[in-house]
């Protein structure tokens, strides 16, 4: 569905100038790494990474990624191997200006000797993850549905009255369901959304990136991404088994009631970036329109990222 028409679609862009220039660097050789749910940025001349999210002002988003540069740091002093936050003397971890939250990180550079990660790498590192003690700052509760309801607030424009009350009434049920669902493998400190494309190679090892779901909650949301690799983008159903073999767990997990519900939680906040970036973005907007249609069918298709 095209915006209806009339309307004016404006393209945000983030504030990167401002954001910069509060903890002392300039963004004049800026080059932009991906735009979805974040813009990223790298500074080649700082080495550093600029994640920025439209976050609107909001506070719990605010001190989730808060909470990720405090956690990964801590982290990274256990040895544990993640992507490192970059601060200057006495600045915040986060900044927001007009809307948009940054956190600022250390450039990773790629070692391209190693090979693309595996599900078994991603394994090994869920496995010391989960097997860390509580770090020194508090974890929010994990949301099952991320940023999903709050960006219905903003989808005028992109979602028919149809989708919009089909999506409410399944996230209403899977958020009743949450609380009383029992969950394989406990709880504990998450990553919220491990995949092997947040594996980056450097330096003769994997580090893992992108903690702006880090939370408290079921271990098992942390095996999630690969199972929905399976079931949507085409991943051989080896990658799920071979997740298993190595984290320490049978592959008939995924017939659990409690990884099913967050299959299906999963599902529904993937689609929170795509409401995003729909306004003005036609391709990302039919695979939002796409996914849907399968949701709402109850019809197996494959996915497609954007």
Not at 45 to 55: I, K
Request: hydrophobic residues 40%; contains cysteine.
């Amino acid at each position: 569905m095209a915006p209806l028409r009339g309307t004016i679609v404006i393209m945000l862009q983030p504030p990167l100038a401002a954001a910069c220039q509060a903890v002392g660097l300039h963004c004049a050789d800026a080059r932009l790494l991906h735009a979805r749910a974040n813009h990223t940025y790298y500074l080649p001349y700082a080495s550093v990474v600029v994640r920025m999210r439209h976050t609107r002002g909001s506070a719990e988003w605010i001190r989730r990624l808060t909470t990720a540069v405090q956690a990964t740091a801590w982290l990274a002093a256990r040895e544990f191997p993640t992507v490192e936050p970059w601060s200057s003397s006495g600045s915040s971890p986060a900044v927001t200006i007009d809307g948009w939250t940054a956190t600022f990180w250390r450039y990773v550079p790629t070692d391209i000797a190693l090979a693309p990660a595996s599900p078994a790498d991603l394994a090994s590192l869920l496995r010391k993850l989960h097997s860390q003690p509580d770090p020194p700052v508090r974890l929010e509760p994990t949301n099952p549905l991320g940023a999903l309801l709050s960006d219905l607030e903003h989808a005028g424009q992109v979602l028919t009255p149809a989708q919009h009350s089909w999506l409410r009434g399944r996230a209403a049920t899977l958020s009743d369901l949450y609380p009383n669902t029992p969950m394989p493998l406990g709880h504990g400190m998450i990553h919220g959304d491990a995949h092997t494309g947040n594996l980056f190679p450097t330096t003769g090892r994997y580090v893992l990136g992108d903690w702006d779901s880090i939370s408290y909650g079921p271990r098992a949301q942390d095996l999630v991404p690969t199972l929905d690799g399976v079931r949507h983008f085409g991943q051989p159903q080896s990658d799920w088994d071979q997740l298993c073999t190595v984290y320490g767990i049978e592959s008939d997990l995924e017939h659990h009631p409690g990884m099913r519900l967050l299959c299906a939680a999963r599902e529904l906040r993937s689609l929170a970036a795509y409401i995003r970036s729909a306004p003005g973005r036609p391709d990302i907007h039919a695979e939002l329109t796409k996914r849907l249609q399968t949701l709402m069918d109850g019809a197996p298709a494959r996915w497609q990222a954007v």
